[in-house]
């Protein structure tokens, strides 16, 4: 049964470092939420190591500059690990081929593609119209307020010709202020459901968190499963990553479940389990919002 908390100062004793989601959690897609940062400061104050995971495409660098202009302070967390970074390590070994059809926003996901450099040999990668194209790299909707459904006739071309689609963010939705976006995820979500091959890297999928750890490592860090902590408000990422990977979770009741669990200050314990039953999620912890 999933324990309702008020704080995570009820259990951060128990872990040495946290594997935190960002989007919902940290910040709403337009500035920081003001307790979740005190909360991981006083985390790390106290000897706590932060790594923020997050499913965004951005590379590791990109999601830094924008949590600073979120006003995400820098002494909330110690490192990052992106689905973006996992991705485009995998785009440069070639896994959906050399010629690739491009999905995104062009302003926003440009950095995609730049050079790693931290790979032997990389794929030379050119980006080409969709009939020239050997796969699909899909950072998200070309439009996120228009129904995935008008990738259709695309999708059934790009399955014809047997191309596997690259996601770069695994999330459905995602609430950008009051507004919802839908991200790569769905796209991705169609594309399978219509007989493709999807290929993913970020939440709930182990790349993400091999990434996470490898970021821990590079801190000096070795830091037992049992000893982390996953905390986010996607029950399909977060919570299901966490469950896959063995370690504890808390659950962000008020981001993406706000509604069906009635979340202002804290969740309706109720609408919490009957929302986590429908989910088939079972995180460990449950609070409305991080503080």
């Known amino acids: 049964m999933t324990q309702i908390i008020t704080a995570l100062s009820e259990i951060s004793d128990r872990y040495q470092a946290l594997f935190v989601d960002l989007w919902g959690c940290v910040h709403d897609g337009v500035r920081a939420i003001p307790s979740a940062v005190r909360a991981l400061q006083t985390y790390r104050s106290a000897g706590g190591i932060v790594v923020l995971v997050t499913n965004s495409p951005k590379p590791r660098a990109g999601v830094e500059a924008q949590l600073g202009e979120f006003g995400v302070s820098d002494d909330a967390w110690d490192t990052i690990a992106t ?10 070994r070639g896994a959906v081929g050399e010629k690739v ?3 995104g926003e062009e302003a926003r996901d440009a950095d995609f593609f730049k050079p790693l450099g931290l790979l032997d040999n990389p794929v030379d990668i050119q980006r080409v119209p969709l009939a ?3 796969g699909i790299v ?7 307020m228009a129904d995935p459904d008008v990738n259709r006739a695309d999708f059934l071309y790009a399955k014809q010709k047997d191309m596997k689609l690259l996601c770069a963010n695994p999330d459905i939705v995602v609430d950008r202020g009051d507004t919802r976006e839908w991200c790569a995820g769905a796209l991705a979500r169609l594309y399978t459901e219509m007989g493709g091959e999807s290929l993913y890297f970020g939440k709930p999928h182990p ?6 750890r490898r970021r821990l490592a590079a801190l000096g860090k070795e830091i037992a499963g049992t000893d982390i902590l996953a905390i986010g408000d996607g ?5 299901k990553g966490a469950m ?11 981001g993406l479940a706000a509604s069906e669990t009635k979340t202002s200050h804290q969740p309706d314990p109720d609408l919490l389990n009957a929302y986590l039953e429908r989910e088939m999620s079972a995180p460990t912890f449950a609070i409305g919002h991080l503080r």
Request: glycine share 8%; charged share 20%; proline share 7%.
């Open 83 to 92: 689905s973006g970074d996992s991705a485009r390590s995998a785009m440069f």
């Open 132 to 134: 020239q194209a050997d």
């Open 138 to 144: 899909c950072c998200g909707p070309f439009d996120p």
């Open 207 to 212: 790349p993400i968190y091999d990434l996470a």
């Open 244 to 254: 896959g990977e063995d370690i504890d979770s808390l659950f962000i009741s008020g």
């Open 235 to 239: 029950a399909q990422t977060d919570i």
């Open 101 to 103: 059809y491009f999905m």
